[in-house]
């Protein structure tokens, strides 16, 4: 019996091989093996010359990332938290507040709605990077700085959003939030679709509100959509590069700098890619840390 399983799941897996081999090189190819290189570069004296010996260093890598006498990276972890903390429930409550307002039966236009929120998803990072340069040009030649301080009279001087550290990362969260946001609308107006309509119906017959309707069966029923968005948001909010590159470089005086533009900078600009690599593990450890567990129950969970 167990032999007959054996070969009916072989033949089943040679069947679909042909079909997912070339998906299985690529993940090969270019997630696993970069992983496994980047954590044996994050143990040497690595150099890009030819030829070079590249010693075993052990933890030293490791070490140097701490003992960084400017604390840069501890700087970029606290960034980096930062950036999960402030975008991540803005996200999620817009993605689900704009998502309810298009499903709702009084709105028009859906589709145009949707590609509207999500054109920002697919239009270019470089594109929309010197849209809110515009937008926060310092003094009142910038959009943001002309309403406020020349219309509505709101700020006394105009600000200069990259020269202060918490004006630049509200400009980094502010381009995050708006390019990302459409894509959890999308989701959530898919998920939303597929809600019973007899769900509501039976919610009027009582005399339900739409409040009450809303955080009594629609959060309720999106709570495993809702569970693997903002997985992906927190993912996405670790993953800030080119928020900070395109935007701020790092500026000022290396305040912005979250953990994937430190890594870029010591890589390719000061060519130290063993501590480049070591705060890439570390960072990979970490994400997989707040991730794993949250990732288990989506299997667990059902729709309805």
């Known amino acids: 019996m167990r032999k007959s ?9 040679l069947t679909v091989l042909p ?14 093996y970069p992983m496994i290189r980047n954590i044996m570069i994050s143990f040497q004296d690595y150099s890009i010359m030819p030829n070079a010996a590249n010693p075993w260093v052990g933890f030293d890598n490791y070490t140097k990332v701490f003992q960084d006498p400017n604390d840069r990276f501890l700087i970029a972890l606290r960034n980096t938290f930062l950036n999960v903390a402030a975008t991540v429930p803005v996200n999620w409550f817009l993605a689900v507040f704009f998502a309810v307002l298009i499903n709702a039966r009084f709105v028009k236009f859906k589709i145009a709605f949707r590609t509207i929120y999500y054109l920002p998803i697919v239009t270019s990072w470089i594109i929309i ?17 002309f309403i406020l301080h020349k219309q509505l009279g709101i700020i006394g001087e105009p600000i200069s959003w990259r020269n202060n550290y918490w004006s630049a990362m509200i400009m980094i969260w502010l381009f995050h939030i708006w390019k990302t946001v459409g894509w959890g609308v999308v989701i959530y107006l898919a998920a939303l679709q597929g809600i019973p309509k007899d769900l509501y ?7 339900a509100n739409a409040g009450q309707k809303f955080w009594k069966i629609t959060i309720p029923l999106l709570k495993p959509i809702t569970l693997f968005i903002v997985i992906n948001l927190i993912n996405g909010a670790f993953g800030f590069f080119p928020q900070v590159y395109f935007i701020t470089q790092g500026g000022p005086m290396n305040q912005t700098h979250v953990i994937p533009s430190l890594i870029y900078i010591e890589a390719f600009q ?18 997989f840390i707040l991730t794993y567990t949250q990732m288990k129950k989506i299997g667990r969970q059902r729709m309805f």
């Open 129 to 145: 990077a010197l849209l809110f340069k515009y937008l926060f040009a310092d003094g009142d030649g910038g959009f943001i700085n």
């Open 19 to 32: 079909f997912v081999a070339i998906g299985f090189i690529g993940i090969a190819v270019f997630v696993i």
């Open 270 to 287: 000061n060519l130290k890619f063993g501590p480049a690599s070591a705060m890439g593990v570390m960072m990979g450890v970490l994400v």
């Open 201 to 207: 119906e039976a919610a009027d017959i009582d005399g």
């Open 5 to 13: 399983k054996f070969k009916l799941g072989l033949k089943q897996w």
